[in-house]
C-alpha cells in the first residue's frame, strides 16, 4: 500500500546526544515536511524539501538539520543543540502544488530525552 | 499567512449531525480551505478541501461562506470513531509555512 512511513514509533535519547528520525514515502510525492507537536498544541513546521538535494527552514529550525538525498526519504537529525527536543515528531508528504493536493501524514515518532 | 479561529471543543452525540465552525477572515483569494483530523498519539488525517463551492465527499461535507470568511465541516451522522481534533488550516501553493492552530476537540457522546 502506498504511504508515508516514520520510524521509530518512540525514541529516547539522552542529553547531548544527537539520534536521527527516519521518513520513508512511496507515494511519489515531490514534497516533504517535517513538524513538531507539542501537548495540546497545533504542528509547526521545522524543514520542509520541495525537491531532491534542496531543503528549506520551518519556524522552529534550531538545532535540527535534514537531508534529501533520495525523493522517499527525508531523515530528520535532533542535535544536541536543540534545547528542549521531547515532542511529537510528524513527517509529510504532498504533491507540490499545495493549495489544491492533500497532505499526508506519518504516523509520528515520540521523543523523549531522558 | 492567514490564520483560522476555531472552537477549542464541541459535543456531541452519537448518529446526530455535527456542524464544525472555522473563521477565517484574512483568507486571500488563493487560499484553499483545508480539514484534517487527529487522533491520539497519531499522524493528522485529510478530511477534506475546498476553494469557493460547497464540497462533499465520503467522510464529510464543507459549506463555505459566500465571502470566504468562514466554513463549516459537517459530519452527518458522528460515530464514536470520529472523536478527534480537528485542524481546519488554509493552503496555497507557496504556503509550505503552515500556522496549525490548536484545533478543535470533538467529544461524541454515546
Known amino acids: 500500500d502506498g504511504g508515508i512511513t516514520q520510524s521509530p514509533k518512540y525514541l529516547f535519547r539522552k542529553e547531548g546526544q544527537n539520534v536521527t528520525l527516519s521518513c520513508e514515502q512511496n507515494?511519489?510525492?515531490?514534497?516533504m515536511y517535517w513538524y513538531r507537536q507539542d501537548p495540546g498544541q497545533g504542528l509547526r513546521l521545522i524543514y520542509y524539501?520541495?525537491?531532491?538535494?534542496?531543503?528549506q527552514k520551518g519556524d522552529i529550525a534550531e538545532g535540527y538539520s535534514v537531508s534529501r538525498e533520495k525523493k522517499e526519504s527525508f531523515p530528520l537529525t535532533v542535535t544536541s543543540a536543540q534545547k528542549n527536543p521531547t515532542a511529537f515528531y510528524l513527517c509529510?508528504?504532498?504533491?507540490?502544488?499545495?493549495?489544491?493536493?492533500?497532505?499526508?501524514f506519518g504516523q509520528g515518532t515520540r521523543l523523549t530525552v531522558v | 499567512d492567514a490564520k483560522t479561529t476555531q472552537p477549542n471543543s464541541m459535543e456531541s452525540n452519537e448518529e446526530e449531525p455535527v456542524h464544525l465552525p472555522c473563521n477565517h477572515s484574512?483568507?486571500?483569494?488563493?487560499?484553499?480551505i483545508h480539514w484534517y483530523r487527529q487522533l491520539p498519539s497519531q499522524g493528522p488525517e485529510y478530511v477534506i478541501h475546498?476553494?469557493?463551492?460547497?464540497v462533499n465527499n465520503r467522510m464529510a461535507s464543507l459549506a463555505i461562506a459566500e465571502d470566504r470568511k468562514s466554513s463549516t465541516l459537517i459530519l452527518h451522522r458522528a460515530t464514536l470513531r470520529d472523536a478527534a481534533v480537528y485542524y481546519c488550516?488554509?493552503?496555497?501553493?507557496?504556503?509550505?509555512?503552515?500556522?496549525w492552530g490548536a484545533g478543535t476537540k470533538l467529544i461524541i457522546k454515546p
Open positions: 509529510a508528504s504532498s504533491s507540490r502544488g499545495l493549495g489544491n493536493t492533500e497532505a499526508f
Open positions: 507515494l511519489n510525492h515531490d514534497a
Open positions: 524539501s520541495q525537491i531532491v538535494n534542496d531543503f
Open positions: 484574512t483568507i486571500s483569494g488563493t487560499d484553499y
Open positions: 475546498g476553494l469557493t463551492s460547497n
Open positions: 488550516i488554509l493552503r496555497d501553493d507557496s504556503n509550505y509555512q503552515l500556522i
